[in-house]
């Protein structure tokens, strides 16, 4: 069965980085877009990164731009979401999610990690 | 970006009743309207993808409609698992953007 585990999340101080990590298991990982969905406590869903099937292709939720990267090993399944610059806007729940879709368009969303918390605070 | 709204905030039924909830977007989104449920402490799930598509796994109960601006999840007859928020999700325009959710309660 489909399987996505995040790690990596935590506590960070303002204008520090982390990365999460995403490991996936139960398909073939390479012939899925990934994204990352975030969510701040109490509050509702925002879409933040995808990445194509091979990495070629990345595209950001305004809010992250230029701040936080999307990235992909294929060789051990295992999707990552660099970021940079944090601030405390930027706490939430970060969820990595499969795509079911082919070709890179906005996409729904058929499979979700258990989700990592990441609280940036001094 | 595309605004998703939902309707009601809260819905408050009991197990065996029919439950519609609603969700409007700010402009046309086609068809490319799906639904997640999610459980307190749990991750989403996905119910409906564009518009009317079970997912895998999905009870008949759970039904979707609309199109263009105006959408409906319908749950026939409620089950206690089925008490939790429901979400709606365009994926018509960049960004995918999410309704702020739906809270079926008892």
């Known amino acids: 069965q489909v399987q996505l585990v995040e790690s990596g999340g935590g506590v960070v101080q303002p204008g520090r980085s982390l990365r999460l990590s995403c490991g996936a298991s139960?398909?073939?990982?390479?012939?899925?877009?990934m994204h990352w969905v975030r969510q701040a406590p109490g509050k509702g869903l925002e879409w933040v990164a995808v990445?194509?099937?091979?990495?070629?292709?990345?595209y950001y939720g305004d809010s992250v731009k230029g701040r936080f990267t999307i990235s992909r090993d294929n060789s051990k399944n295992t999707l990552y979401l660099q970021m940079n610059s944090l601030t405390t806007e930027d706490t939430a729940v970060y969820y990595c999610?499969?795509?079911?879709?082919?070709?890179?368009?906005?996409?729904?969303?058929?499979?979700w990690g258990q989700g990592a918390l990441v609280t940036v605070s001094s | 970006e595309i605004v998703l709204t939902q309707s009601p905030a809260t819905l408050s039924l009991s197990p065996g009743e029919r439950a519609t909830l609603s969700c409007r977007a700010s402009?046309?989104?086609?068809?490319?309207l799906a639904w997640y449920q999610q459980k307190p402490g749990q991750a989403p799930r996905l119910l409906i993808y564009?518009?009317?598509n079970r997912a895998t796994g999905i009870p008949a109960r759970f039904s979707g409609s609309g199109s263009g601006t105006d959408f409906s999840l319908t749950i026939s007859s409620l089950e206690p698992e089925d008490f939790a928020v429901y979400f709606c999700?365009?994926?018509?325009?960049?960004?995918?953007?999410f309704g702020p959710g739906t809270k079926v309660d008892i």
């Open positions: 999610a499969r795509d079911p879709l082919t070709i890179v368009v906005p996409a729904f969303f058929d499979y």
């Open positions: 139960g398909f073939t990982f390479n012939e899925n877009n």
């Open positions: 990445i194509s099937s091979d990495g070629s292709n990345k």
């Open positions: 402009q046309s989104v086609d068809n490319y």
């Open positions: 564009d518009t009317s």
């Open positions: 999700q365009q994926r018509s325009y960049w960004p995918p953007t």
